[in-house]
């Protein structure tokens, strides 16, 4: 069976592991932090590469940042990852196929092939973690866009200007639908600007008013989020995936949504992929072409 | 030079011509006040269909309400046109193939074909009218979604609930972006509940400063719906039609969208395609198809 070696490149960590066609994942996967120094990141990257290439059909590199139509190379803002990074030559670093796809697309693509969105043509995923990423399929196809950048969840939940988000602008979806997010609301609900996301997620769990009121707070949030996406794009499904997905109740955020809708009834899940979805998407579409 | 007989049916008016397959209107138009009652409506659509269905090729009807994927019945919300009227079976109307599409779906075909933004592979036109509606290109083909409701857009722009929107729930772009959220926001400013569309047209043209300070809010708040709209779908060109677009300021808010966009820049256009863009749009997906 046809295999890639897939990499996941983020401003934090750098993961990579082997994935064959039906998206299994057939070695250990490797962890790095990533490096703060760009010449460093891209050593490492060759590195991996020249390890895996003679193993492997392909090389997948799901990343921050935003990817271009050919799938070659980082157009976008890149996080806080190395200056520089968006023009790194992947193609350069290997003799096999490179194949470049943003993250969260990545993601949204092995839960559509192998995921939660699954038998869905019309599907929108939502990763909520520090921030939060977006990747949407429209008739089996991942959306890109004019440049390849589509699928950017900033969009604004308020108009008081209260929160600035990471864009630089303010109330973006991300600023209330993510880990931050969460943390802002129950800093306002508590009076406790000190409290962090872990702090709401203990008082929950033993029962507290107040966290359990900001968590509350923070799922209206993405509902109304949600409303919005599933009026614009009448998908199947929204998956919910993303290390902060697990503290949401979908039974409840599918039931608020489908209150408000002008479009026919849509379901919210979580995503079931896997921790290394980016890798498996990543991987699933550079076989397709490669 | 094929034809279609376009029929544009509203709450308001109901519209009929012949367009040929480059868009052109190559009869009269013909205008009805819409019927209060089902039976009329239905009657009146069935004699513009009998008197005019031996001359051309296909009957192309564009209607308020999402319309499904096989383009043949109403499926969603119709507004303020007679109960029951989502059921109305148009084939049974004619001998011939008859395509029926959502009014704004179908404007937006019309500006992709012969209008603003004709050589743009994504766009997203929004009609500023009573309400707004809007109509989305991806990869050259109308965005429609699971059932074909999609480009609705109710999306939250506020969390102040302090406007109802005629979709029953609060704060949407729709009841800030259209004529009727220029009113409210007008009143806002000027402490007059009572002030209309008009009266804040005639102000600005009087040079009036609250009404310039409300017109200006107006279009800021357009500015928010299309940032999160251009980071969802990266387009080429955003294009505002109805009949509240002649009083956008097209330049101002193509930069100040630009100055927020987390993807690449994008401009704001008013479409080109004229009053009739509907039936054009309509008539040009009814000659592909039939």
Redesign the interface.
């Known amino acids: 069976m046809r295999k890639a070696l897939a990499i996941d490149i983020g401003g934090t960590k750098i993961y990579n592991c082997i994935v064959n066609e039906k998206g299994e994942i057939v070695s250990d996967i490797n962890k790095h932090s990533t490096p703060k120094d760009l010449c460093e990141i891209q050593n490492l990257i060759k590195d991996i590469i020249k390890t895996n290439e003679d193993n492997v059909d392909t090389i997948a590199i799901a990343t921050c940042g935003?990817v271009n139509n050919d799938n070659t190379k980082i157009?976008?803002?890149t996080g806080n990852i190395a200056e520089g990074y968006s023009s790194t030559d992947f193609q350069s670093m290997s003799k096999k196929n490179v194949f470049v796809e943003n993250d969260a697309n990545a993601a949204a693509w092995a839960e559509h092939i192998i995921g939660a969105s699954k038998d869905?043509?019309?599907s929108v995923m939502l990763t909520l973690g520090t921030g939060v990423g977006?990747g949407?399929i429209?008739?089996n196809?991942l959306?890109?866009?004019?440049?390849?950048?589509?699928?950017?969840?900033?969009?604004?939940?308020?108009?008081?200007k209260k929160r600035k988000c990471t864009?630089?602008?303010y109330d973006c979806?991300e600023i209330y639908a993510s880990g931050n997010g969460l943390r802002l609301t129950a800093a306002e609900i508590t009076g406790n600007p000190d409290i962090t996301t872990y702090d709401v997620i203990e008082g929950v769990n033993n029962n507290n008013k107040a966290c359990k009121a900001a968590l509350r707070r923070w799922m209206d949030?993405i509902v109304?989020?949600i409303?919005?996406?599933a009026?614009?794009?009448?998908?199947?499904c929204v998956v919910l995936s993303g290390s902060m997905a697990q503290f949401t109740d979908t039974d409840y955020i599918t039931n608020e949504v489908n209150k408000?809708l002008?479009?026919?009834n849509?379901k919210v899940v979580k995503g079931s992929a896997g921790n290394y979805s980016g890798m498996i998407g990543a991987a699933l579409l550079a076989l397709r072409v490669n």
């Open positions: 935003a157009i976008g803002s869905a043509a019309n977006g949407i429209i008739d196809k959306l890109k866009g004019k440049s390849g950048a589509a699928g950017e969840m900033h969009f604004k939940l308020s108009r008081d864009c630089g602008s979806f949030d109304d989020g409303i919005g996406l009026n614009i794009f009448d998908p199947d408000y002008v479009t026919p849509t």
